[in-house]
């Protein structure tokens, strides 16, 4: 199994555009959480989700959203992108993604916003 | 509101030396501690949890409640032990929810 892999590896955009990124979990897996890490910082918990359910939200704006699909893989967008959005996020799966799992993460996709 | 504070930035110490790695939390539950590595050009990976009470690469932390901390320690370093290592709460049940600290960077000198 090659772990969680997410793509693209590195993506720049300007302010104002639309990103979106994706993430494959574990085979079996069937929780998918995102975490944005900006420089210097321990990562940022975003969303999380279970069985294509949304189960949990940090403090970030509507800008930001994500789904997952019936194969348990998952995409985070964000729109109107703005110079702070840029860092790396970071895709983890977990089994059930309870409270207790252990979260694998994915290598993360840079993006940086000009 | 979860928080994790991490004081030291960065870590040196010689090879062979003990270490340890400083992590206070703050929560008004029952949390579940982690410790994630991250080595240089790898993906972030978990170390240990305070629930297995295990020892991982000679890695141990205690929880201790009292005094709200989950400090990591190792009798003896080693140059492999080198690596970004972040503390991590989880409030646990059923909205898993990782809060990080800022890390702390360790370098073991030869």
């Known amino acids: 199994d090659a772990g969680v892999t997410q793509s693209p590896t590195h993506l720049i955009k300007t302010r104002g555009q639309h990103v979106t990124l994706r993430c494959s979990p574990i085979s079996g897996h069937k929780s998918v959480s995102w975490y944005q890490q900006v420089l210097g910082q321990g990562p940022q918990f975003i969303f999380q989700?279970?069985?294509?359910?949304?189960?949990g939200r940090g403090n970030f704006p509507d800008r930001f959203s994500a789904r997952q699909f019936p194969n348990y893989s998952s995409e985070l967008n964000v729109n109107a992108l703005l110079l702070g959005d840029s860092a790396l996020y970071l895709c983890?799966?977990?089994?059930?993604?309870?409270?207790?799992?252990?979260?694998?993460f994915g290598p993360g996709t840079r993006l940086t916003v000009l | 509101a979860q928080r994790v504070t991490q004081p030291e930035k960065l870590l040196s110490v010689f090879k062979g030396a003990p270490v340890e790695l400083k992590c206070n939390y703050s929560y008004s539950g029952s949390p579940e501690l982690f410790w994630y590595v991250q080595y240089s050009r790898q993906r972030l990976q978990l170390l240990l949890r305070h629930i297995s009470r295990e020892s991982i690469k000679g890695f141990t932390a205690d929880l201790n409640k009292g005094e709200t901390s989950f400090h990591l320690k190792k009798p003896f370093a080693q140059e492999e032990d080198s690596a970004m290592y972040y503390c991590?709460?989880?409030?646990?049940?059923?909205?898993?929810?990782?809060?990080f600290g800022k890390g702390t960077l360790l370098t073991v000198n030869p």
């Open positions: 991590a709460l989880s409030s646990g049940g059923s909205n898993y929810k990782l809060t």
């Open positions: 983890a799966s977990s089994p059930i993604g309870g409270g207790t799992d252990t979260q694998y």
């Open positions: 989700y279970y069985e294509k359910e949304e189960r």
